[in-house]
């Protein structure tokens, strides 16, 4: 297997088999992401992705889940994918579902035949970061798509049988959109109705321009208390029916996991004991580790 570093995977594809289908992301302008910032994008020649297949297949036949790296190996045309998928099922048995990183312009690229054709060839899962239903800091972070073209990706995704999970950012805005951000970020959600939604807590990383906003004063990190009260105005404004809530990546204050509609209570009741002082909050030291 050849590996281009860094590499990255959403944490439920911890045990997953990663294989590069893509070197870096063709977008690769979002202010907050320094991900593949020092790669240049490519996508590797099918030779090479069976080839890294064969070499997987004789060192864990067993494989039960493949995650397809780097930032968006659905920009591959769906007969290269299909492909990559058959050698997928045929080399390993066991498989049970294919996942990848997605982003809007890749699935409008694809007609709902061809979506349906990937899902029934085992792509299970794709992970789509919406980070904001709020136009101005969607625009403000470069972040490539609007609104509508992500909530019109996600439902066209799941229509053709591939779940999505949809990630977003406490604390994307700052400190002056707090609540924009919070409030539309809820509506998109509810249009979208993902199958999982997962909310990470926004980190400055060196070499985005989001650091440097941050460094000079031009962009204000929230406070953990305000993290919480924006997390709170998401949840309370979900309408989910079956949705897997997270809120429990490694950078968040307060770890929170649960099902909506079922859990909403439960959670409000836990952010709400967090804000007063009655649940201790991750020490800042240990976010990210």
Sequence with gaps: MRYYEPVFRPPSEGRSLLLHATIGCSHNRCGFCAMYRGKRFRARPEREILEDIEAARRVRPDVRRVFLLDGDALVLSSRRLLRVLAALRESFPELQRVGTYVNAGNVAAKTDEELAALAGAGLGIGYLGLESGDPETLERMDKGATVEEMVTAVTRAQAAGIRMSVMALLGLAGRERSREHARATARALNRMQPRFASFLTVT????????????????????????????????????????????????????????????????????????????SLKPEYLRGL
Aim: charged share 30%; aromatic share 6%; no cysteine.
């Design 204 to 279: 400055p990383v060196p070499g985005t321009p989001l650091f440097e906003d941050a460094a000079s004063g031009r962009f204000a990190l929230l406070s953990p208390e305000e993290s919480l009260r924006e997390l709170r105005w998401i949840v309370e404004d979900l309408d989910l029916r079956g949705t897997v809530f997270r809120a429990n990546h490694a950078s968040n204050y307060l770890p929170l996991k649960g099902r909506l509609p079922a859990d909403r209570e439960r959670l409000l009741r836990t952010i709400d004991l967090a804000r007063a002082g009655r649940i």
